[in-house]
């Protein structure tokens, strides 16, 4: 069992910068991968950025040199940096871990990127 808890989302600018957070309830390198994925009104819940069990990251194209994710083995959290947000990026933001048996999501943070 794992639960995932979600922070950091709010109401920001375009151009500005949130961090979320995704505290895990055991450690993080029990799980084969961990990302976050984003849903938007109206439109299904699309991966944003994912760290896979080779240690590598991937993101989706639209995100790519603006979000970073990271990880905090210690504090048992992964985090998603977001510079340069657009009104686009507006949406729930998911957190999501993943074992070979089943996956898990956190409850959400919403983000609202204003114009």
């Known amino acids: 069992q794992a639960q995932l808890v979600e922070s950091g989302g709010g109401l920001v600018q375009a151009g500005g910068s949130l961090r979320l957070s995704c505290a895990a309830s055991?450690?993080?390198?029990?799980?084969?991968?961990m990302g976050w994925y984003r849903q938007a009104p109206g439109k299904q819940r699309e991966l944003v950025a994912t760290?896979?069990?080779?240690?590598?990251?991937n993101y989706e194209d639209s995100v790519k040199g603006r979000f970073t994710m990271s990880r905090d083995n210690g504090q048992n959290t992964v985090y998603l940096q977001m510079n340069s947000l657009k009104p686009e990026d507006t949406a729930v933001y998911f957190c999501?871990?993943?074992?070979?048996?089943?996956?898990?999501w956190g409850q959400g943070t919403q983000v609202t990127v204003s114009s």
């Open positions: 999501n871990a993943q074992t070979l048996y089943r996956q898990y």
């Open positions: 055991r450690p993080i390198f029990s799980f084969n991968a």
């Open positions: 760290f896979l069990s080779d240690g590598s990251t």
